[in-house]
T-cell receptor, first 117, second 115 residues
Framework: GDSVTQMEGPVTLSEEAFLTINCTYTATGYPSLFWYVQYPGEGLQLLLKATKADDKGSNKGFEATYRKETTSFHLEKGSVQVSDSAVYFCALRANKNYGGSQGNLIFGKGTKLSVKP | NAGVTQTPKFHILKIGQSMTLQCTQDMNHNYMYWYRQDPGMGLKLIYYSVGAGITDKGEVPNGYNVSRSTTEDFPLRLELAAPSQTSVYFC??????????????FGPGTRLTVL
């Protein structure tokens, strides 16, 4: 079945450091890919998404590119801030033409990011 | 526009008790979902609904029940609570779930402890 694998955490960085969180997926067909962020004590918020190969999603300085050849959707940010401390989830949603009629998201385990001043 | 709201935020339940977690959305979404999030794990789908009166099991449905009498509400019922149901529960909603790029909107979660 469909699955998402993302790098284990926790990740601890200094402010203004470069961030990469790796994410790879297994899916039939052409899923849509998402990064969600969960700040302490809150629910999940959509950070960015990409819906087809070579699409780049971006938001708040974060970027991720849908790479079908490597089945990857790595999250990057050039200069992290303390306010970026959160748990980041990579997720996919199957295309309905490939059994995705439920519309649910398949999540990775999450990567906790801590940014120190 | 409140989005997705969940009550309660926290609850402690005794083994064998039952309770209902409430979820309401005001975006007129047909698709609604219940997930559970265990420590260090991603979210797992418990149940979902594609519209009023229609529900179906997800990946981890055992010990839970749902109903969907209106578009807005999607309560999750725990019967005979067990310690394994200690988790954080998230409700989510979405416009047409068959369109893969549609965003899911999440509630703030209910942290449930079964002792």
């Amino acid at each position: 079945g469909d699955s998402v694998t993302q790098m284990e955490g926790p990740v601890t960085l200094s402010e203004e450091a470069f961030l990469t969180i790796n994410c790879t997926y297994t899916a039939t067909g052409y899923p849509s890919l998402f990064w969600y962020v969960q700040y302490p004590g809150e629910g999940l918020q959509l950070l960015l998404k990409a819906t087809k190969a070579d699409d780049k999603g971006s938001n708040k300085g974060f970027e991720a590119t849908y790479r079908k050849e490597t089945t990857s959707f790595h999250l990057e940010k050039g200069s992290v801030q303390v306010s970026d401390s959160a748990v980041y989830f990579c997720a996919l949603r199957a295309n309905k033409n490939y059994g995705g009629s439920q519309g649910n998201l398949i999540f990775g385990k999450g990567t906790k990011l801590s940014v120190k001043p | 526009n409140a989005g997705v709201t969940q009550t309660p935020k926290f609850h402690i339940l005794k083994i064998g008790q039952s309770m209902t977690l409430q979820c309401t959305q005001d975006m007129n979404h047909n698709y609604m979902y219940w997930y559970r999030q265990d420590p260090g794990m991603g979210l797992k789908l418990i149940y979902y609904s594609v519209g009023a009166g229609i529900t179906d099991k997800g990946e981890v449905p055992n010990g839970y029940n749902v109903s969907r009498s209106t578009t807005e509400d999607f309560p999750l019922r725990l019967e005979l609570a067990a310690p394994s149901q200690t988790s954080v529960y998230f409700c989510a909603s979405s416009p047409d779930g068959t369109i893969s790029y549609n965003e899911q909107f999440f509630g703030p979660g209910t942290r449930l402890t079964v002792l």
